[in-house]
Nanobody, 122 residues
Framework: QVQLVESGGGLVQAGGSLRLSCAAS????????MGWFRQAPGKERLFVAA????????FYADSVKGRFTISRDIAKNTVYLQMNSLKPEDTAVYYCAAGVAAISDPRMYAHWGQGTQVTVSS
């Protein structure tokens, strides 16, 4: 079993930056892909970014390419999401997930964190 705990959310003005962290525990992540998803009120959960834990290959939703960067610190068992040039439409609860493939389908991710709120004011 993998336990995931997100942190780093908050309130920021448009154009600002935030860095989300996701600390993992419970088992090795060597066979996992790690993803970030977000969900705005009344909307479906959407893919943001993913990274293969071992190889480090990254994937992004078109809406965040060039603004967000996913990375991982293997020694700390932690995944990060650096968010720059934030827009009001980035406002959502952001979830970290561990799964079998670094793809956009949330059904491929078996382990989820509790989420952290990101609010971008205009």
């Amino acid at each position: 079993q993998v336990q995931l705990v997100e942190s780093g959310g908050g309130l920021v003005q448009a154009g600002g930056s935030l860095r989300l962290s996701c600390a993992a525990s419970g088992r090795t992540l060597n066979s996992y892909a790690m993803g970030w998803f977000r969900q705005a009120p009344g909307k479906e959960r959407l893919f943001v970014a993913a990274i293969w834990w071992t190889a480090g290959d990254t994937f992004y939703a078109d809406s965040v390419k060039g603004r967000f960067t996913i990375s991982r610190d293997i020694a700390k068992n932690t995944v990060y999401l650096q968010m720059n040039s934030l827009k009001p439409e980035d406002t959502a609860v952001y979830y970290c997930a561990a799964g079998v493939a670094a793809i956009s389908d949330p059904r491929m991710y078996a382990h989820w964190g509790q989420g952290t709120q990101v609010t971008v004011s205009s």
